[in-house]
C-alpha cells in the first residue's frame, strides 16, 4: 500500500489473505485486504470517500537534523495550504507524548486544522521517541528537560533555516501528556524567545506530586530512575513549576477532569503560578473527560479554542493585515 501505518493484521483460517487497516497522513484509517504474501493489496472500505472529495488534506515533507551531541533527528514539515514562498507566516510545533512515542506518516487532525488555517506545522521525534533504536529511546530516560528539549529546538531552528517564510517570531508550540509537559517546561526555559504562545494539553508541573498521584507508578520509576526520595535531585531538576520566576510566554492550559495519569492538579499549578505572575494565560477543564479528548462536541471545542488561542498570539490584528 506504501507509506504509512498498517496496524490490526487479521489472518485467514487458510492462511490464504489476510485484513489490515492503513492510513497516510492526508487520509484516515481504511480496511484493506492482501494475499498471503502480503501482494495486490486492494481497499475493502471507502468510508471516508466524500470527505475527501469536499476537503483537502494535506502531506508532509520529511527533514533530518542535528539535535543534542551530533544526533541525527528525523521530523515532518507541512506547508500552510495557501503557501506562497513571498509571504510570511507563523508555525505551530506539535510535541508527541509518551515520551516513547513517535510521529509517523500519518493522519492527525491537527495538521489538517493548522495548515488549512495558514500555519507552517512542524513535528519531529526527539530523544524518548521510538522507531530510531533502543539507546535513542532511552535517552529521555532521567533527562526530560535535557536532550529532548536541546533536539526539539534545533528542529524549529532547521525549519526556520530552510523556510524564510516561517516569521522566527510567530512561532508556537502544543503538546499533551509528556508534550504537554514539555510545553510546561518551555514555559520557564524560553529565554531565547523561540516561543511566542504555548498551549499545555495534561501536562505535569512537579515531579514530586506526579509520582504520588498517577495511576501508572511503575513509568514515574523507570523515567526518574526511582521513586523521589532516592532521586530527589532529578524530582527537583525537572518538575517545571520550579522555575516560575521565568514564567513569561502566553499560555493555554487544557486538562480532563477525569485524567488520572496526570492528574488535573499539573494544569492547576501552572495555571495559578502563570495568573499570579501576571501572565497571559487561561484554563480549560473538560469534566467528562479523560486523559484524552475523544468525544466529538469536547474536541471540536478544544480544537477550536486552541487555533483561536494561537491566532490570538501569532497573528497580527485584522486591521494591519
Avoid at 510567530?170 to 504537554?180: D, E, I, T
Avoid at 520509576?221 to 522555575?243: C, N, T, V
Wanted: hydrophobic share 35%; with cysteine.
Amino acid at each position: 500500500t506504501g507509506r504509512g501505518y498498517h496496524v490490526s493484521s487479521q489472518i485467514s483460517k487458510d492462511g490464504k489473505f489476510f485484513t489490515f487497516m492503513y492510513r497516510t497522513i492526508d487520509r484516515y484509517y481504511e480496511i484493506f485486504r492482501a494475499d498471503g504474501a502480503g501482494r495486490n493489496p486492494v481497499p475493502l472500505t471507502r468510508v471516508n470517500a466524500e470527505v475527501y472529495r469536499t476537503y483537502e488534506f494535506p502531506v508532509a515533507k520529511d527533514v533530518w537534523f542535528e539535535g543534542a551531541k551530533g544526533a541525527k533527528v528525523h521530523g515532518f514539515v507541512v506547508e500552510p495550504r495557501d503557501y506562497d514562498p513571498g509571504k510570511t507566516y507563523p508555525m505551530m510545533v506539535r510535541i508527541h507524548g509518551g515520551p516513547q512515542q513517535m510521529f509517523g506518516y500519518a493522519f492527525r487532525n491537527e495538521f489538517a486544522i493548522f495548515s488549512g488555517a495558514g500555519y507552517f506545522v512542524f513535528f519531529c521525534n526527539p530523544r524518548g521517541s521510538t522507531g530510531y533504536g533502543q539507546e535513542f529511546t532511552d535517552g529521555v530516560r532521567g533527562d526530560w528537560g535535557g536532550k529532548p528539549i536541546e533536539d526539539l529546538k534545533a528542529g524549529v531552528r532547521h525549519v526556520l533555516s530552510m523556510y524564510p517564510a516561517v516569521d522566527p517570531a510567530r512561532v508556537g508550540a502544543w503538546g499533551g501528556s509528556y508534550g504537554g509537559y514539555v510545553v510546561n517546561w518551555l514555559q520557564g526555559h524560553n529565554q531565547d524567545g523561540l516561543f511566542a504562545a504555548l498551549v499545555a494539553h495534561a501536562g505535569g508541573a512537579d515531579r514530586w506530586a506526579a509520582y504520588g498521584n498517577t495511576e501508572e507508578l511503575w513509568f514515574p520509576e523507570w523515567e526518574m530512575l526511582g521513586p523521589p526520595w532516592e532521586r530527589p535531585d532529578l524530582a527537583d531538576k525537572w518538575s517545571p513549576i520550579r522555575y516560575a520566576k521565568s514564567f513569561g510566554t502566553p499560555q493555554l492550559i487544557t486538562h480532563g477532569d477525569r485524567d488520572y495519569r496526570v492528574r488535573v492538579t499539573g494544569g492547576e499549578v501552572m495555571f495559578t503560578a502563570l495568573q499570579r505572575l501576571g501572565v497571559p494565560s487561561r484554563m480549560i477543564r473538560f469534566p467528562d473527560e479523560d486523559h484524552w479528548i475523544v468525544k466529538p462536541h469536547n474536541k471540536q471545542y478544544w480544537y477550536r479554542s486552541i487555533l483561536e488561542w494561537f491566532d490570538t498570539w501569532l497573528k497580527p490584528p485584522k486591521k494591519e493585515r
